[in-house]
């Protein structure tokens, strides 16, 4: 370091944040010096005075020269952050020890990917071995193609207050004999039980376990649940989700206690902790707690003597939150099953959401593993001038090496448990997240760093142990070598139709897609076809006062008129195009240009096979607009009979064949 730096710029750099930034247009921004201490105090690095600084710095340098709890490298090549050592050995099963070949003093990782006890110079450590590359989806005589879909919004044959796996089950079998190769999900996480509030799949309480309200009985052996909760065509979340947890319970009572302990098995210590958490919480939220920190102080660390004794009195309710957890686990491995019975080459494709609830599961039971007194977001840009705070957090970069990253690994391995592949939002957190303290704006945040080399090789190796796929959403401004990293691990991009543009604003023939990743009509953050085709996300953003300043909603439309003529010459070239308010024709011809891409695999919006207007998110919006509420007008198999929706999947065989 250069002795001009101030100190506390030096300690910065020492803690992985990032005092420059740069914006999407490449506009450099400095962080000022005051949210530097701010958040180098919430990351538990002292920066009052110079001796502080100099201890803070101290610290990390000897936490950075200590053995690791997890070493992490790639097959048959260097273990470079051992640097040199005398001795480096593995240590099987059966107590043999194999001592690793050295190049240049640095041991050799093993050819085999894996986990391994080893020793080097004496002392114990865990060593993980990544293999060069992810798997891929399945390629055969045509590539592969899936529907995304939010699993709330499907309907049943009986009437319920919103979709389950029980639903997702028959939806799977209905789209894989109309040929589909996968369905993408919402993230299954764990949400706070029995509570309408907090309902978005990606502010999740935990994301190592699963929202048991998505759990169906009927698909392992059971009865379904009973569902009283009025049907209508937006999910009614605050009532709905306490009546599932009701019946739940109701279900719970009426087994042996034979029954339930054949279907709990023998929780390991996360599910069980995770038990406690959710009793904690349905015992302390009636009373106004919104989360473990706001309960009283001998209950927010788990590890008090006061949890275990609360635990062993409300025992019964223990097992019955870990009961709801085996019931959803069964239930998505069921899902899956059926999925490929079915003949599906891929079926599910999970989705890990970015980040959890500060108040959550995750944030109480993890301890210091998890960021503290920060959230995550995204910064100020010509794109966003306000910026984001997504009042969600996630794990500490310290915290994980300190760990030897067990609980991101855990989570990985939960997230890849029940399907083929896996989506993982805002991939740019392998190499950094914004951060901000707690209570401030977006403006207040910056950059902290990822051991970015680590999460990639573990991910691989998890990816490779599940013999699933690796899907990095890479949408937005990529940190450096971002788009590189992922293509050598073979992990898949993301290309949505609407932001594939060219330079003159023109959108990009099918056949420029990228191979190394996956062609999506959309996502449920975008607009639908049918509802970009219409106007009808300007409708919405001219309620909202988003359009740009100072621009009419005419104005508005008639820029989209022009953007019309631009996406119909791309899909249809010259055939006549369709009135704006007429998107049928517009929708398949959307679905047929996905199709056609070389991409690993294309993925419809079910919004877009359906031609639906109305997208499931408005990012930005809480209550202004009905996200994570809309549902379908009829259960899956029915509208797929229809001709209109016969004729897109006939489209998606032809084109992907």
Not at 122 to 137: D, F, I
Not at 211 to 221: C, F, K
Request: proline share 8%; hydrophobic share 45%; charged share 20%.
């Amino acid at each position: 370091m250069n002795d001009s730096v101030a100190p506390l710029h030096a300690l910065a750099e020492a803690a992985g944040l990032q005092r420059h930034w740069h914006d999407v247009d490449g506009q450099e921004h400095i962080v000022p010096d005051a949210t530097l201490e701010t958040i180098l105090a919430a990351l538990g690095h002292k920066s009052g005075s110079d001796r502080q600084i100099a201890n803070s710095i101290k610290a990390l340098q000897r936490e950075e020269a200590a053995l690791a709890a997890l070493i992490v490298a790639d097959a048959s090549m260097p273990i470079n952050a051992l640097e040199a050592c005398n001795s480096a050995e593995i240590i099987s099963a059966d107590g043999t020890t194999f001592p690793l070949l050295q190049e240049d003093g640095v041991p050799i990782a093993p050819d085999a990917p894996g986990y391994y006890d080893c020793r080097i110079d004496g002392e114990a450590t865990r060593l993980a071995v990544a293999p060069p590359h992810c798997p891929l989806p399945p390629a055969g005589e045509r590539k592969p193609w899936g529907v995304s879909l939010q699993i709330p919004s499907l309907r049943g044959a009986q009437p319920s207050g919103f979709g389950d796996l029980g639903d997702l089950a028959q939806a799977v079998e209905s789209l894989a004999a109309a040929g589909a190769d996968a369905v993408a999900i919402n993230p299954v996480h764990a949400l706070f039980p029995g509570t309408g509030e907090n309902f978005s799949p990606y502010s999740p309480s935990s994301r190592i376990h699963l929202n048991g309200a998505m759990a169906a009985p009927e698909l392992v052996g059971h009865k379904p649940l009973p569902d009283d909760v009025q049907d209508n065509p937006l999910i009614d979340w605050p009532n709905a989700l306490p009546a599932r947890l009701s019946a739940m319970r109701a279900f719970f009572d009426g087994l042996t206690g034979a029954q339930r302990a054949q279907i709990i098995g023998e929780p390991d210590e996360r599910q069980r902790l995770h038990a406690i958490f959710d009793t904690l919480d349905c015992h302390f939220r009636p009373n106004g707690a919104k989360g473990w920190r706001d309960w009283p102080t001998r209950y927010q660390n788990p590890q008090n003597k006061a949890v275990a004794s609360f635990a062993a009195k409300h025992a019964a309710e223990v097992e019955f939150h870990a009961f709801v957890q085996a019931i959803t686990r069964r239930s998505l491995a069921e899902v899956q099953a059926r999925a490929r019975a079915a003949g599906m080459t891929i079926g599910l494709v999970g989705d890990l959401a970015v980040g959890v609830d500060p108040g959550g599961s995750d944030g109480w039971a993890l301890g210091d593993a998890m960021l503290r007194g920060l959230t995550i977001g995204a910064p100020p840009d010509p794109l966003g001038p306000h910026g984001q705070n997504w009042a969600i957090t996630s794990f500490s970069p310290q915290g994980l090496r300190r760990s030897g990253y067990a609980p991101w690994i855990a989570m990985i391995r939960a997230a890849l448990a029940h399907g083929g592949g896996l989506r993982i939002d805002h991939a740019f957190g392998l190499a950094r997240l914004w951060v901000i303290p707690e209570g401030g704006g977006p403006a207040d945040g910056a950059y902290l760093t990822y051991p970015f080399e680590d999460l990639m090789r573990l991910l691989t190796l998890e990816a490779h142990l599940a013999n699933a796929f690796v899907i990095a959403e890479d949408l937005g401004t990529a940190p450096h070598d971002f788009s590189d990293a992922i293509a050598r691990r073979r992990m898949l991009g993301m290309r949505v139709l609407w932001f594939e543009r060219a330079q003159d604003n023109g959108f990009i023939g099918a056949q420029d897609y990228d191979p190394l990743a996956t062609a999506l009509s959309g996502t449920h953050d975008t607009q639908t076809l049918a509802g970009w085709w219409t106007g009808a996300d300007l409708v919405w953003a001219n309620r909202l006062r988003r359009l740009p300043q100072g621009m009419t909603l005419a104005e508005a439309q008639d820029i989209r008129e022009w953007d019309r003529g631009l996406l119909w010459s791309t899909l249809a070239g010259d055939a006549p195009r369709p009135a704006a308010d007429d998107p049928q024709a517009l929708v398949d011809a959307g679905i047929a240009h996905i199709a056609r891409t070389p991409s690993a695999l294309a993925v419809i919006t079910l919004e877009d096979l359906l031609g639906l207007i109305q997208q499931p998110n408005l990012p930005g919006t809480i209550t202004e607009h009905p996200n994570w509420r809309r549902r379908l007008d009829a259960p899956l198999q029915d509208l797929l009979k229809t001709p209109e929706i016969q004729h897109r999947l006939a489209l998606l065989q032809e084109h992907r064949g």
